[in-house]
């Protein structure tokens, strides 16, 4: 049997390094409201680990999906170890916290991730390794776009900003746009609090230049145990000051005439394959599961180009999400804050 988790805070917990990390409390709301979130991509004899599973069961059934899943609790999943079940665990990203959670709940170390993969996993995750390994290859496509340096300190950015004039600042590990600065000339004074905060934690921040979005879009993969990448599809979702805010839920076929208004659907392939290649040896025996690239097509001097690699998540997305919602008559999937908790909305 496999065992999915959702821990959004797993960005955090690769920053932080710990082995019990607490996330901010907005990152343990949105755990608890929407550990239920794998059910949609889960089969039928899988099962969801969540902290309570009538909750889980009530928010679930307030989508309106109707596939059938299994919840369970920390209690259930000591219960099936204890017996010898064969498991498998898969959840959002792998970490030292939810590996730890899982122990807590007696799971074998031996049926779990060693310290080596998940060392593999932070180091890759690192938005300098895809700027730096994966970037330079997928710009090589003709009408591509794109440009991060990593930084170690204040006068290094000082320069970068004196020739762009304005920039994007990201810190090498964070989710949902919360550790992005947009910068121009007249730099607040407290950025640099916000920037010496981060070098200290983190040891450098990522700047890249800021390109005029036309749209927000992703390519989802999944990597066997054997290093063979497959491709699940495109994503086309919107942010605010990169933060997420939904995604698209259609055919590929629909997703792929939206993005033919802006470039050549041959392009999209091009790229694809690039990625494929670039990575498979890279892949190969380090990482097996999700992933997804999130890219953008962009306006730069009247021409319009796509930037390849806005950022590499060696994990579980919300595109594949998206891409597993077949039985809900919907358009849009966004998850939204009201009444005091996260909800998932398909509309």
Request: glycine fraction near 6%.
């Amino acid at each position: 049997m496999r065992i999915y988790i959702f821990n959004p805070e797993h960005d955090m917990s690769l920053a932080s390094g710990l082995v019990n990390f607490t996330p901010p409390r907005a990152g343990r709301l949105l755990r608890h409201d929407l550990s239920f979130l794998p059910a949609v991509w889960a089969k039928q004899e899988d099962a969801v680990l969540v902290d309570e599973v009538d909750y889980a069961w009530e928010q679930y059934k307030s989508t309106g999906l109707s596939k059938q899943c299994n919840f369970i609790d920390c209690n259930d999943l000591s219960r099936m170890a204890s017996v010898g079940m064969g498991l498998e665990f898969e959840p959002w990203g792998w970490d030292l916290p939810v590996r730890e959670q899982l122990v807590k709940c007696n799971v074998s170390t031996s049926s779990l991730p060693d310290n080596d993969y998940l060392n593999t996993i932070k180091r890759m995750s690192h938005r300098g390794w895809s700027a730096t390994n994966l970037l330079p290859e997928l710009t090589k496509t003709k009408n591509t776009i794109g440009e991060a340096k990593i930084c170690h300190n204040w006068e290094e950015l000082k320069r970068f900003l004196s020739t762009y004039h304005r920039i994007v600042v990201k810190s090498p590990w964070s989710c949902s746009g919360r550790g992005v600065r947009y910068i121009e000339d007249n730099m607040p004074k407290q950025l640099e609090g916000w920037f010496n905060n981060v070098i200290k934690q983190q040891g450098c921040v990522l700047m890249e230049p800021y390109y005029n979005k036309v749209i927000d879009f992703g390519m989802e993969f999944v990597c066997d145990r054997k290093g063979n990448i497959e491709y699940r599809g495109l994503s086309l979702f919107e942010t605010s000051n990169g933060a997420y805010i939904g995604n698209m839920v259609a055919e590929e076929k629909a997703k792929e005439e939206i993005m033919a208004r802006y470039i050549p659907l041959s392009m999209l392939h091009e790229i694809r394959l690039s990625i494929i290649s670039s990575l498979t040896p890279m892949l190969a025996n380090t990482y097996h599961g999700p992933f997804g690239i999130d890219m953008m097509i962009v306006n730069s001097d009247g021409k319009v180009l796509v930037h390849p690699c806005v950022e590499l998540n060696l994990r579980m997305t919300m595109g594949h999400i998206s891409l597993g919602i077949t039985e809900h008559p919907c358009h849009l999937m966004n998850i939204v804050y009201q009444q005091g908790k996260y909800c998932l909305q398909l509309t």
